[in-house]
């Protein structure tokens, strides 16, 4: 979109976290925090988005990568002054800028986008986000006058009397006229207890110049929380698990039992595919159509799973590659292989990946036939439709070739192709 950047603030240390990993890197249903804020950044159609990250912060600035231009703010001075951060780059740009916290994972595209919209159609200064919360503790206060026009914004520590008990907060995400917000940032005074700049108190300073301050409510009462603390961050992780079994049950992925279904937020699974309870999907994990999986299944990082698979009870699968059709129903572990279609993995059946020191591949080729209890000792191959017998232990760096059976502890041919 023309004129149109974006600011994410990021810098804070999170302190109430209390933790070593910086606030915006813990995970919400497998991805870190930060990454729903990037995503909403790189979908809103911004020409440019700048990320306020404190000093030494390798961590995020490594996780964050390049799409993004990292400001550093040197000193936490607040909000105001992250924003501040980013002046020299917006000095001679006209158009809007967007502000979001890092810290709110669970804001959608579609509310951000119908708020930048709405302040595209107005000549508001700002144009915010805000939210009817039944506990507003610990969120900045919208404050209106009579005529219900938006006039300031109260810090929870500063909120007295009435001001407590108002239920609307700000969520934290505003579009301004970038201007007016660079000319209003320079008369941000410190706040007298906290001695930080905050960034809320442009809107009573733009008020008073007689700009006009919009705002829109969002439906989603959920949408605004922002990860402060361990409390919130699993109240964020209830929240997104079921938002996303929702969208994945709405589009035609049966879940029996959601209680026990945990499924993380970048996983894809397709329509007609049935997910058994006790089951875990985690992120970057990609699930075809008509399949089962489950119950009591892992299915980790790096999974490439085809059509009608069917994978059973007490199983796990990572880093792996399964073609259409092939069938693992019981006690099994797939990590780091290929796997062809059709193929049948018995009972009980494993590839032993790990050496102490090296991850190594397995190759399963279409329609072999895995023995229960057998081990696949990596690296491996097994060709097309050949067969390993029940028990075997197939040893490293061996290929059981094309159409063969392979039987024994170590595996040895015993017939050979057709
Ligand atoms: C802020 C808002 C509050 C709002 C709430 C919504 C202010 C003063 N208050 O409060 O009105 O209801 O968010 O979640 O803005 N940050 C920096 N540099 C700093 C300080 C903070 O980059 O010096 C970043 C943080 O990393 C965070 C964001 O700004 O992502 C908000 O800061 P935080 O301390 O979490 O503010 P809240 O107290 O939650
Ligand atoms: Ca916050």
Known sequence: MKDLRTIILAAGKGTRMKSATPKVLHKVRGVPVIQYVLNIAGSIGSQKTYVVLGHKSEAIQNYVGKDFEIVEQKKLLGTADAVRCVEGQLKSYKGDVVILCGDTPLLRKSTIKALIRKHKKTTAACTLLTAVLHDPTG??????????????????????GFERNIAEINVGVYVFKCQALLGALKAVKANEKKKEFYLTDVIELLVEEGNKIDSIETDDKTEGLGVNTRLDLAEAERILRKRVLTDLMLSGVTILDPETTY???EAKIGADTTIYPFTVIESDVRIGTGCSVGPFARIRPGCRIGNDVEIGNYTEVSRTKIGNKTIMKHFSFLGDASVGTSVNVGAGAVTANYDGENKNATRISDGAFIGSDAILVAPVKVGKKAVVGAGSVVPKGKTIPENSIAVGAPAKIISKGK
């Open 139 to 160: 969120y900045g206060r919208i404050i209106r006058d009579g005529s219900g026009n938006l006039v300031a914004i109260r810090e929870d520590a500063d909120a007295v």
């Open 263 to 265: 499924i993380d937020a």
